[in-house]
């Protein structure tokens, strides 16, 4: 199912669909993404992706301090006062493991993630190793059918976010991306 952005029911019909554990391509700040609920659907969006199942995904949070949901690391404040935008805090969970998460930029999508109550996972909508796909026509042709959702945003081809590690006491810049920053 195809449903526009801009319908005033999308945001309601993609949290939906997300809360019952199922695959929504959504347009993000950034590019078009595969999202479902952090935790629970990571295997779903690498099997339809064909990507190795151990590699991590992005979550998306809706408000910068929902991180804390997820971490006991103090993250710096001045990279938490950049939220919402398109960065990427790769933070310790609480418990053994990383995970970068991401508070977007875009009202419509923060509202869809607080909707779920949950973070989501976003990743390019594309075929492992092939690049992102940003024309909604040509991912709802090879994808609509693998997915609950397809919401239309029309074309997206921005830059990918800036990712940083802030696991250590000093944050490392891992991929520079949509915004510059300055590590302190």
Known sequence: MRIQKKDTSSAAAAASALRNNKIVIIP????????????????????????????????????PSDIYRYTDAAVPDYLLQLWPAPLTLIVPLKGSETQAFRCPADPWLRDVIAATGEAIY???????GTPP??????????????????????ELAGLPSTIIDVCS???KILRQGAISVNIR
């Open 28 to 63: 993000t700040d950034t590019i078009y993404g595969f999202s479902g609920l952090f935790g629970k659907t990571a295997d779903a969006i690498a099997q339809i992706k064909g990507r190795e199942e151990n590699k991590p995904f992005i979550a998306l949070i809706a408000k």
């Open 122 to 128: 976003s990743t390019s909508v594309n075929r492992s």
């Open 133 to 154: 796909l940003t024309d909604i026509d040509t991912i709802c042709a090879e994808f609509e059918a693998s997915v609950a959702l397809a919401v239309d945003g029309g």
């Open 169 to 171: 006491a000093v944050p």
